[in-house]
Nanobody
């Protein structure tokens, strides 16, 4: 089973930026989609952005225009660049990988998760 390591979180002021890294234990080539999710305090985990093998990027409405998902095959890493951060972006951010493309849009379908990385947006 793939293991994923997320990093790059931290405390940032509103309007600031952060770049999150996701590195799976196996090649990102193996997956139809790799996506970022987040779980705000007291809320359910939700999809933030996903990138398919073919290069299609999908974003939650809350992320459109502010966040960018990208990948670097050489570094076997998927990134989430987050700009214009808002207090409501505060959450633990996770990545996960869907090998067949049938459930990346629904975080409840995944059986395991990494430790995530905390993002706190506050003045």
């Amino acid at each position: 089973q793939v293991q994923l390591v997320e990093s790059g979180g931290g405390l940032v002021q509103p309007g600031g930026s952060l770049k999150l890294d996701c590195t799976p234990s196996t090649s990102i080539y193996r997956y139809y989609a790799i996506a970022w999710y987040r779980q705000p305090p007291g809320k359910q985990r939700e999809l933030v952005a996903a990138l398919t093998r073919g290069g299609d990027a999908n974003y939650a409405d809350s992320a459109k225009g502010r966040f960018t998902i990208a990948r670097d095959y050489a570094k076997n890493t998927v990134y989430l660049q987050m700009n214009s951060l808002k207090p409501e972006d505060t959450a633990v951010y996770y990545c996960n990988a869907d090998p067949g493309g049938s459930y990346w849009y629904d975080p409840s379908k995944f059986q395991s998760w990494g430790q995530g990385t905390q993002v706190t947006v506050s003045s």
